[in-house]
């Protein structure tokens, strides 16, 4: 399996602050990995395709990069409805995994 | 409008089977993989596996293969996932989501998700 590590497994941070997460993976991906978010008692959300497509509907305050083995997710300013959780996952291989996640919470 | 509509919550004990549903709606549902994932209380996803609806070949993750089997049954729009003997471990949300692809064709991504079945395994 490829393994993704995201770090930091949390985060404290307060509205309108920047906000970087990363995603590493054990073999190169390439540009296959997506981003995830997660509210409590919701389904994931899709927010970015292929390392850096931004889903429609998604803000543009959100945006991802990297290729290879290394990801960020990006937040330009936070907003209080993305205090939440997020995962990278990857595409490249047949079997498919998760980062085991990121939250983000009010400082 | 694409929608996945999963069984409703169940208690089980340990050792017993179960099989929980997914139905899809407002798409092909033989044109797109269905993925499984596992969240556990308080804890992330975990890919489980997939499905081609269309002829049922499926992907498991070492993770899970050989505990849970994924099954779809295309004449009525629905994919399984099942266990023949429950353990505590397997306390969780499982949702289901079709695998969509970007316009090159080459990426897949969870853009539509189940409302998730919560499976509690207890004595």
């Known amino acids: 399996d490829i393994q993704l590590t995201q770090s930091p497994s949390s985060l404290s941070a307060s509205v309108g602050d920047r906000v970087t997460i990363t995603c590493r993976a054990s073999e190169s991906v390439s540009t296959y990995l997506n981003w995830y978010q997660q509210r409590p008692g919701k389904a994931p959300k899709l927010l970015i395709y292929?390392?850096?497509n931004l889903q429609s509907g998604v803000p543009s305050r959100f945006s991802g990069s990297g290729s290879g083995t290394d990801f960020t997710l990006t937040i330009s300013s936070l907003q209080p409805e993305d205090f939440a959780n997020y995962y990278c996952?990857?595409?490249?291989?047949?079997?498919?995994?998760f980062g085991q996640g990121t939250k983000v919470e009010v400082k | 409008e694409v929608q996945l509509v999963q069984s409703g919550a169940e208690v089980k004990k340990p050792g017993d089977s179960l099989r929980i549903s997914c139905k899809g709606s407002g798409y092909s549902f033989t044109n797109y993989w269905i993925t499984w994932v596992r969240q556990r209380p308080g804890k992330g996803l975990e890919w489980m596996g997939r499905?081609?609806?269309?002829?049922?070949?499926?992907y498991y993750s070492p993770s899970f293969e050989g505990h849970v089997t994924i099954s779809a049954d295309k004449s009525v729009r629905t994919a399984y996932l099942q266990w023949s003997s429950l353990k505590a471990s397997d306390t969780a949300i499982y949702y289901c989501a079709p695998g969509i692809y970007d316009t090159t064709g080459f990426y897949e991504y969870l853009h539509h998700w189940g409302q998730g079945t919560l499976v509690t395994v207890s004595s």
């Open positions: 996952q990857q595409v490249f291989r047949t079997v498919r995994t």
């Open positions: 292929a390392a850096s």
């Open positions: 499905i081609d609806p269309s002829d049922s070949r499926t």
